[in-house]
C-alpha cells in the first residue's frame, strides 16, 4: 500500500466517523424509552389530555378551548435559566407565525405571584397559563414529560392529538421547523 | 505496516465519531438522561465526626450549591453543621443574578453531631441541577445509608 493510499484510508474513516457520530445522535434525539412512568407513556397520535389552568386575567382557561387550531405548548419555570432564555424566542416565533391557525402558550406550574413577579420584569405578549402547584401536580408528566424535566414542549394537532413531544430548549430553526404551516 | 494504517484509520474514525457529535447544537442532543444516571449521588462516613457526600455527573450537567440541602432522618437527635464546599464554579446569570455550581463531580464535607451508638445514618439530600442550557430537572430527593465506623 503507498502512502498515498494511507491517507485516503485514514481521511475516508475520518468522514465516515464523523458523519455516522452526527447522524446516530440525531436519530437517538427523538428516542424516549428509559424508565417511563405509566403515566407519562403519552406520545405522538396519542389524544392530548385535558389542560386547566389560570390564565393572567384570573380566567379559568382550558386546552379544550383551543381545539380546531393547532397548538404549542411550553412547560416552564422562572427558576428553570433554559426556560426563560427560551421564552422570547417562543415569543418572537409567535407574533410572526401565530393566528387562526397556531397558538403559543407558556404554561408556568409554580406559585402565581413568582410568576407574575418575572412577568412584571420581562414581559411576554405571548398567552401564559398559570398552575399552582399547591393544586397539581406536574400536569407536563401526563402529557409524556418522562423525565419530569424543563422545559418540555408539546405540539397539539388541530384535532387535539399529540403531534410532537421535546424535552429541553428549542433551537430556531427547529422551533421554526415544528410551527411551519406544513410542519413539522 | 498495513495493521499499524488500519489501526490509525480506526481511531481517527472514533475520534472524528465524537467530534461529530459535537456539531449538535443542544436542542439536538440526544434525550437528557433519566434524573438518577444524571446525578450520581454516594456517601461514607469518614469518622464518626465527618460524612462525604460525593455528586458525579455527566459532561455539561451541573449542580446548584445553594439548592442543595442535607438533613439527616436517622438517628434522631443528630445533627449536621453547615457543610463544607470546595470552590464553585461562579455564574453570573441575567436572570438569577451570581449562581455557584458544579460540574462532573463535587465532594462536600458535612459535619455530623449527636450520633450516640447509631451503627447507620440515614441521610435525605435535596437537591437541584440541568443539562447546560438545554434543561433542568425539577427540586430531586435521595435518601442514602451511610454505615458508621465503631464508636
Not at chain 1, 381545539?67 to 407574533?95: H, K
Not at chain 1, 405540539?155 to 421554526?176: M, N, S, V, Y
Amino acid at each position: 500500500m503507498s502512502l498515498d493510499r494511507g491517507i485516503v484510508l485514514i481521511l475516508i474513516a475520518a468522514l465516515l466517523g464523523g458523519l455516522g457520530g452526527y447522524w446516530a445522535s440525531r436519530a437517538t434525539f427523538q428516542v424516549d424509552r428509559y424508565s417511563t412512568p405509566p403515566d407519562a407513556a403519552r406520545k405522538p397520535g396519542d389524544p392530548a389530555p385535558e389542560l386547566r389552568a389560570r390564565a393572567r386575567d384570573g380566567r379559568e382557561v382550558a386546552l379544550a378551548e383551543l381545539r380546531g387550531r393547532r397548538v404549542l405548548i411550553n412547560f416552564w419555570a422562572t427558576w428553570c435559566p433554559p426556560c426563560v432564555e427560551e421564552l422570547p424566542l417562543l415569543d418572537r416565533v409567535r407574533a410572526e407565525l401565530g393566528g387562526a391557525e397556531l397558538e403559543v402558550i407558556a404554561v408556568a406550574v409554580e406559585d402565581p405571584a413568582a410568576v407574575e413577579q418575572f412577568l412584571a420584569r420581562h414581559p411576554l405578549g405571548l398567552p401564559v397559563w398559570i398552575i399552582d402547584p399547591a393544586q397539581s401536580s406536574e400536569p407536563s408528566l401526563a402529557f409524556g414529560n418522562a423525565r419530569r424535566v424543563l422545559p418540555y414542549s408539546v405540539l397539539i394537532e388541530r384535532d387535539g392529538r399529540l403531534l410532537k413531544q421535546k424535552a429541553g430548549a428549542f433551537d430556531e430553526p427547529t422551533l421554526r421547523r415544528w410551527l411551519a404551516p406544513d410542519g413539522p | 505496516m498495513l495493521r499499524r494504517r488500519w489501526l490509525a484509520a480506526a481511531l481517527v474514525g472514533t475520534v472524528a465519531s465524537a467530534f461529530g457529535q459535537s456539531w449538535l447544537t443542544p436542542a439536538e442532543r440526544p434525550e437528557p438522561l433519566p434524573e438518577e444516571e444524571a446525578f450520581r449521588l454516594d456517601a461514607l462516613a469518614r469518622d464518626r465526626r465527618t460524612l462525604l457526600v460525593r455528586v458525579a455527573m455527566p459532561p455539561n450537567y451541573y449542580l446548584y450549591r445553594d439548592k442543595t440541602r442535607f438533613r439527616i432522618l436517622e438517628p434522631v437527635g443528630a445533627t449536621l453543621r453547615p457543610p463544607r464546599w470546595p470552590t464553585a464554579v461562579a455564574h453570573h446569570d441575567e436572570h438569577f443574578g451570581q449562581v455557584y455550581v458544579y460540574f462532573d463531580r463535587v465532594e462536600v464535607v458535612l459535619p455530623v453531631r449527636g450520633l450516640g451508638r447509631a451503627r447507620q445514618i440515614e441521610l435525605e439530600v435535596q437537591f437541584q441541577g440541568c443539562l447546560e442550557d438545554v434543561l433542568c430537572y425539577p427540586l430531586m430527593r435521595r435518601q442514602l445509608q451511610i454505615e458508621l465506623p465503631p464508636g
